[in-house]
C-alpha cells in the first residue's frame, strides 16, 4: 500500500512566522508531489506541484522535496490567519493507477494574531 | 484557467431513493476525472477514476453498483448514488486532469444528506 504521512497537527503559528509543513512518503519511484489547502467545509485547492529534487517558489510558498529521503515540505513565510486551513500532501504512485493522487490525512494549520 | 464545476452543491433526499452529481471541467478538456468522499474531519477518500469513454475503475471496497459513474464527454462526468442511505451522507467532491498534467482540480463538492 503506497502511503503519503502528515502529522495531523493542529501546528499553531503566529501571525508573520514561517509555517513549515512536512510529508514523507513510501513509494521510493514517486516522482510528481502536490500541495493542496482546504478550507473547512470547502473542496481543496492546487497550491504548488514539484517534481524534480530541491525548491520551488511561488510567493510567500516554497515546496521542497528530497527524493533521497523521501520527504516533502511546504514553507509558508509571513503567515496571515487567512492561511489557517488544512494542508494536504499528494503523491503520484507508480503503480495501482498512475493517474490517481494518493492523499495523505493533512495537517491542520492555525495562524493567531 | 483549470476550472471544475459541481451541480448540486447540496441535496438532501429521502432514503433509497438516487441522486445524480455532475461534475464539469469548465475551461479545459478532463481525459480523467475523479470522485472523493470526505466524511467530518477526516480525509478525502477516492472512490473510483473514470476515463471518457471508459467504464470507471473503482476503489477496492466501493461498490459499483451503488455509485455508478458515466464519463460521457471530455467535459462532464456524472455520479449517481442509487439507493441512498442516511451512512451515504457526506461530502462528495469530483476532481479533473487537465490533459498532461498530473495536478487535479477540485469541484466546489456536493454536501449529500439522506434522510
Known amino acids: 500500500q503506497k502511503e503519503v504521512e502528515q502529522n495531523s497537527g493542529p501546528l499553531s503559528v503566529p501571525e508573520g512566522a514561517i509555517a513549515s509543513l512536512n510529508c514523507t512518503y513510501s513509494?521510493?519511484?514517486?516522482?510528481?508531489f502536490f500541495w493542496y489547502r482546504q478550507y473547512s467545509g470547502k473542496s481543496p485547492e492546487l497550491i504548488m506541484s514539484?517534481?524534480?529534487?530541491g525548491d520551488k517558489e511561488d510567493g510567500r510558498f516554497t515546496a521542497q522535496l528530497n527524493k533521497a529521503s523521501q520527504y516533502v515540505s511546504l514553507l509558508i513565510r509571513d503567515s496571515q490567519p487567512s492561511d489557517s486551513a488544512t494542508y494536504l500532501c499528494?503523491?503520484?504512485?507508480?503503480?495501482?493507477?498512475?493517474?490517481?493522487?494518493?492523499f495523505g490525512a493533512g495537517t491542520r494549520l492555525a495562524v493567531h494574531p | 484557467g483549470a476550472v471544475v464545476s459541481q451541480h448540486p452543491s447540496w441535496v438532501i433526499c429521502k432514503s433509497g431513493t438516487s441522486v445524480k452529481i455532475e461534475c464539469r471541467s469548465l475551461d479545459f478538456q478532463a481525459t480523467t476525472m475523479f470522485w472523493y468522499r470526505q466524511f467530518p474531519k477526516q480525509s478525502l477518500m477516492l472512490m473510483a477514476t473514470?476515463?471518457?469513454?471508459?467504464?470507471?475503475?473503482?476503489e477496492q471496497g466501493v461498490e459499483k453498483d451503488k455509485f455508478l459513474i458515466n464519463h460521457a464527454s471530455l467535459t462532464l462526468s456524472t455520479l449517481t448514488v442509487t439507493s441512498a442511505h442516511p451512512e451515504d451522507s457526506s461530502f462528495y467532491i469530483c476532481s479533473a486532469r487537465d490533459g498532461q498534467d498530473y495536478e487535479q482540480y477540485f469541484g466546489p463538492g456536493t454536501r449529500l444528506t439522506v434522510t
Open positions: 499528494a503523491g503520484r504512485p507508480t503503480s495501482g493507477g498512475y493517474n490517481k493522487l494518493i
Open positions: 473514470s476515463n471518457e469513454g471508459s467504464k470507471a475503475t473503482y
Open positions: 514539484i517534481y524534480s529534487n
Open positions: 513509494d521510493r519511484g514517486s516522482q510528481s
